[in-house]
């Protein structure tokens, strides 16, 4: 016996069009309830983000788009800022201007400039270091406005970490003055332009007078006390340009870019003068303390720093030799 078989029809296909509106509308709202939970997350994760995220405008000069990581980072109106983009280029530091905007106006012919860093200055008046990267946004025809998209992220503690590092690897910690890999690494450049362009230079070589005497009979403390004394001396005497550094136990060198020997002598002989005049006390015993010093100046055969460098060590044990507390040249 044949069966004949009804086509079955769709699913509701039979369903009322009330229930079929109401199965829209429930559609509907759960797609908002599913995009207003991402609109929340985004801005969750704008609000805790450590970085500036933006949009610019390149044909209009305008910000359209700032996150909220500006008014922390900045301390300025993002509402400011996107009526008028002055409020950030006058954020930055001065001296860091120029750069910032050559910088940026550079990702017209690269598409990407990643390696932005400048300053900024807070409306508190802090001085805050950016990681400002720079992208076009892309473009879907040739004749759709330029936007431009960032990220500029505070690498201030950064920075500040970079410094003291590098301050670390390039000081004596005792007297603060440049360590001996740091001052010969200037002295070795300077030596060189100097060479290269036939201008003076000079070389200066200091070491504290009977050192082993200060700390054998006060004791170390009061030996350190006295390098941080000559130390304190040295910069406060030689010029601005001058190298200083202390490159021993009780040794120290200059280098006088553009210095003959003859100018240099008077830099160190009022240096030899200051430090005479310095004075110590220790539990009630008064002392002071004196240097031997050899000076040199470059040559026309000198091809290296270490010429000028053995020369004035020659020079400085025969201020030694000599009776010490004198400047000898070589």
Same mark, same amino acid.
């Given at each position: 016996?044949? /069966?004949?078989?009804?086509? &079955?029809?769709?699913?509701?296909?039979?369903?009322?069009?009330?229930?079929?509106?109401?199965?829209?509308?429930?559609?509907?709202?759960?797609?908002?309830?599913? $995009?207003?939970?991402?609109?929340?997350?985004?801005?969750?994760? $704008?609000?805790?983000?450590?970085?500036?995220?933006?949009?610019?405008?390149?044909?209009?000069?305008?910000?359209?788009? @700032?996150?909220?990581?500006?008014?922390?980072?900045?301390?300025?109106?993002?509402?400011?800022?996107?009526? %008028?983009?002055?409020?950030?280029?006058?954020?930055?530091?001065?001296?860091?201007?120029?750069?910032?905007?050559?910088?940026?106006?550079? @990702?017209?012919?690269?598409?990407?400039?990643?390696?932005?860093?400048?300053?900024?200055?807070? *409306?508190?008046?802090?001085?805050?270091?950016?990681?400002?990267?720079?992208?076009?946004?892309?473009?879907?025809?040739?004749?759709?406005?330029?936007?431009? @998209?960032?990220?500029?992220?505070? =690498?201030?503690?950064?920075?500040?970490?970079?410094?003291?590092?590098?301050?670390?690897?390039?000081?004596?910690?005792?007297?603060?003055?440049?360590?001996?890999?740091?001052?010969?690494?200037? *002295?070795?450049?300077?030596?060189?332009q100097a060479r290269l362009e036939g201008r003076d230079i000079s070389f200066l070589l200091? %070491?504290?007078?009977?050192?082993?005497? =200060?700390? %054998?009979?006060?004791?170390? &403390?009061?030996? %350190?006390? /006295?390098?941080?004394?000559?130390?304190?001396?040295?910069?406060?005497?030689?010029?601005?340009?001058?190298?200083?550094?202390?490159?021993?136990?009780?040794?120290?060198? *200059?280098?006088?870019?553009?210095?003959?020997?003859? /100018?240099?002598?008077?830099?160190?002989?009022?240096?030899?003068?200051?430090?005479?005049?310095?004075?110590f006390n220790h539990e009630g015993q008064v002392y002071g303390v004196t240097v031997s010093?050899?000076?040199?100046?470059?040559?026309?055969?000198?091809?290296?720093?270490?010429?000028?460098?053995?020369?004035?060590?020659?020079?400085?044990?025969?201020?030694?030799?000599?009776?010490?507390? &004198?400047?000898?040249?070589?």
């Amino acid at each position: 016996m044949m /069966v004949n078989k009804q086509p &079955q029809s769709p699913p509701f296909a039979h369903m009322p069009a009330a229930a079929e509106t109401l199965l829209a509308l429930m559609h509907a709202q759960g797609e908002v309830a599913r $995009l207003s939970e991402r609109e929340q997350l985004f801005s969750s994760l $704008l609000v805790s983000v450590n970085a500036v995220l933006w949009a610019f405008d390149w044909e209009a000069q305008r910000m359209i788009y @700032v996150s909220p990581a500006y008014e922390r980072i900045f301390g300025r109106s993002a509402g400011l800022l996107l009526a %008028d983009y002055n409020e950030w280029r006058d954020s930055i530091y001065p001296d860091d201007l120029d750069y910032a905007e050559r910088t940026l106006a550079e @990702v017209l012919e690269k598409g990407a400039v990643e390696d932005r860093e400048y300053r900024i200055i807070s *409306a508190d008046g802090q001085i805050r270091w950016l990681s400002d990267k720079c992208f076009i946004s892309q473009q879907s025809s040739p004749d759709q406005r330029v936007i431009v @998209v960032g990220i500029a992220e505070d =690498i201030t503690e950064k920075k500040h970490l970079e410094g003291e590092l590098q301050r670390l690897a390039t000081t004596d910690v005792l007297t603060q003055s440049s360590n001996r890999r740091h001052f010969f690494e200037c *002295a070795h450049r300077e030596f060189e332009q100097a060479r290269l362009e036939g201008r003076d230079i000079s070389f200066l070589l200091l %070491d504290i007078d009977d050192f082993k005497v =200060i700390n %054998d009979t006060y004791g170390h &403390q009061e030996g %350190d006390q /006295v390098l941080q004394r000559i130390a304190e001396t040295g910069r406060a005497v030689l010029r601005r340009g001058d190298l200083f550094g202390r490159i021993g136990g009780e040794e120290f060198a *200059a280098v006088f870019p553009g210095c003959s020997p003859e /100018v240099a002598q008077q830099i160190a002989e009022r240096l030899q003068r200051e430090i005479q005049r310095l004075s110590f006390n220790h539990e009630g015993q008064v002392y002071g303390v004196t240097v031997s010093q050899g000076l040199t100046g470059r040559t026309d055969e000198d091809g290296i720093l270490d010429t000028l460098f053995a020369r004035a060590d020659v020079a400085m044990y025969q201020a030694k030799r000599q009776g010490k507390n &004198q400047i000898v040249l070589g």
